[in-house]
C-alpha cells in the first residue's frame, strides 16, 4: 500500500471554521440560508458548487468526497445513498437509448439487473462478457459502444479484467469506462492511474467497516461527475445523508490500517483452505494458484479479505457446515469487523462429471484468524462425521 494513504486519512489542516474541530460537525441541515438576495442568486446559478440544499451539497459530505477523490487520484467524487444508488444513478446519467454497454457477466446481480431494465424500458444494448482476455472486449466492440463496465476482482469468483489493457482499448475507440473496485479500496487498487474514467464503490463494505450503515460513491473527471450529478445523482435524488457521511469519515480514518490486516488474515485463511482435501480450488487473486495471478500482481497493490472455495460436497453439506461454523457468521453483505459466510452452487462452471461445484464465500473479518482456522476445522469434523 501506498504509505501517503494513511496521510491522506488521518491529516488536516486546523479548521479555524470549526473552533478547531478536529473532525468536520455534522451540519444536519437541509437547507442553507442567504446574507442577501444578491449572493443567493449567485448561488442558484451553481448548484452543484454552492451550498444551497443538501439534495445537492452539504458540507459533512462534501468533505467525505473530497477525501475519496484523493485516495482515488480523481478530480471529484460524489457520494450517495448507496452503491447501488451509485451505480444506477451514474449508469442512468451517461447512457441513452441506442447506445451499447459491455459488461462483465460476473458483475453485481443487481448492477445487471439494472443494466437489463435500462435494455427492456429505453432500448440500451447490453453484451455481457467474461471479461478474462482483452480480446472479450475488442469482440464486443460495436459502432455504437458508449460505456465498458467492469468489476475487478468480481465478487462471486474473483475473476479479473486488465485494467491497463481495456482502458488504452478504450480511449482508442472513444468509449467510457467504468469499474466497480469495492473489493480493492483505493487502498489496493487505483483504476483512475491506469487510465480507467470512473471508479465506483459500495461504501456500505470495507469503507464503512462496521456494518452500521450503507453508502456509495463514484469518482473521476470533473466532467463526468458534473454530468452524473447533474442528473443520476440531483434527479433521482439518492443522496448521502450528513450523519451517514460522519460515520463513513469515521471509518475512513482506519480504513489503510484494517486493509493491511484484512489482507494479512484472509491470505492466511486462503492458504488454509487450498490445502484442504474437500477444497478443490480457492477463488483468490492473492494466491499463485489463481490463474490470473500475474495480473494481480500488476494491477492490486493487495488483496481484499473476502474470497470463495469450491468444493464437490453437495451445497447441503457446506450449509450444514456453515451451521456449524462458531465465528463466521451467515449473512450477506461483508466489509465489517465480522466475519461471514455464504454457500451456494457456481452457475458459471461446471466439473469434468458435468455438475456445477458448490462454493462457499468467506469473508475475513477482524478475529483472530487462528481462531477462525479453529472455527473452520470444528465445522468440517462435525459434517464429516455426520
Ligand atoms: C454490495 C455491493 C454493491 C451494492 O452496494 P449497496 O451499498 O448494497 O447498494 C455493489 N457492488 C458490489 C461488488 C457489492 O458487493
Avoid at 83 to 88: D, E, K, L, W
Avoid at 347 to 357: D, S
Avoid at 360 to 384: C, F, H, K, M, S
Amino acid at each position: 500500500m501506498n504509505e501517503e494513504l494513511h496521510n491522506i486519512v488521518s491529516h488536516d489542516e486546523v479548521d479555524t471554521k470549526h473552533s478547531g474541530a478536529v473532525n468536520i460537525p455534522i451540519y444536519q441541515n437541509s437547507l442553507f440560508a442567504f446574507e442577501n438576495y444578491e449572493s443567493f442568486e449567485l448561488a442558484m446559478k451553481d448548484v452543484l458548487a454552492a451550498t444551497v440544499y443538501s439534495r445537492g451539497n452539504n458540507p459533512t459530505v462534501q468533505y467525505l468526497e473530497s477525501k475519496i477523490a484523493e485516495l482515488e487520484a480523481a478530480e471529484q467524487a460524489r457520494c450517495f445513498a448507496s452503491g447501488m444508488a451509485a451505480i444506477a444513478g451514474s449508469l442512468h446519467a451517461l447512457l441513452r437509448s441506442g447506445d451499447h454497454v459491455i459488461c462483465v457477466n460476473q458483475a453485481y446481480g443487481p448492477t445487471r439487473q439494472f443494466l437489463d431494465e435500462l435494455s427492456d424500458r429505453y432500448r440500451v444494448e447490453v453484451t455481457y462478457v467474461d471479461g478474462c482476455l482483452l480480446s472479450d472486449f475488442e469482440e464486443a466492440l460495436r459502432p455504437n459502444t458508449r460505456l465498458i463496465y467492469l468489476e475487478s476482482p468480481t465478487s462471486g469468483l474473483f475473476q479479473l479484467q486488465d485494467l491497463e489493457g481495456v482502458a488504452a482499448l478504450a480511449k482508442r475507440e472513444g468509449i467510457l469506462t467504468m469499474i466497480d473496485s469495492s473489493w480493492a479500496t483505493p487502498c489496493f487498487q487505483r483504476p483512475l492511474t491506469w487510465g480507467i474514467d470512473l471508479v465506483l464503490h459500495s461504501m456500505t463494505k470495507y469503507f464503512s467497516g462496521h456494518s452500521d450503515c450503507l453508502g456509495g460513491v463514484v469518482a473521476g473527471r470533473a466532467d463526468l461527475i458534473g454530468e452524473i450529478a447533474n442528473k443520476g445523482y440531483m434527479l433521482f435524488g439518492g443522496v448521502m445523508t450528513p450523519h451517514t457521511a460522519s460515520l463513513m469519515i469515521r471509518g475512513l480514518r482506519t480504513l489503510p490500517v484494517r486493509m493491511e490486516r484484512h489482507q494479512k488474515s484472509g491470505l492466511i485463511i486462503a492458504e488454509h483452505m487450498e490445502k484442504h482435501p474437500v477444497v478443490n480450488q480457492v477463488n483468490h487473486p492473492g494466491l499463485p494458484s489463481h490463474p490470473q495471478h500475474a495480473l494481480a500482481r500488476k494491477q492490486l497493490d493487495g488483496y481484499g479479505s473476502l474470497f470463495s472455495f469450491e468444493t464437490q460436497l453437495p451445497v447441503e453439506s457446506l450449509k450444514k457446515w456453515a451451521d456449524a461454523l462458531r465465528y463466521f457468521r451467515i449473512g450477506v453483505s461483508w466489509g465489517g469487523f465480522e466475519s461471514l459466510v455464504t454457500v451456494g452452487q457456481t452457475p458459471a462452471k461446471r466439473n469434468l462429471a458435468g455438475n456445477n461445484p458448490s462454493v462457499a464465500r468467506l469473508y475475513i473479518g477482524l478475529e483472530d484468524p487462528n481462531t477462525l482456522i479453529e472455527d473452520i476445522e470444528q465445522a468440517w469434523r462435525q459434517v464429516i462425521k455426520a
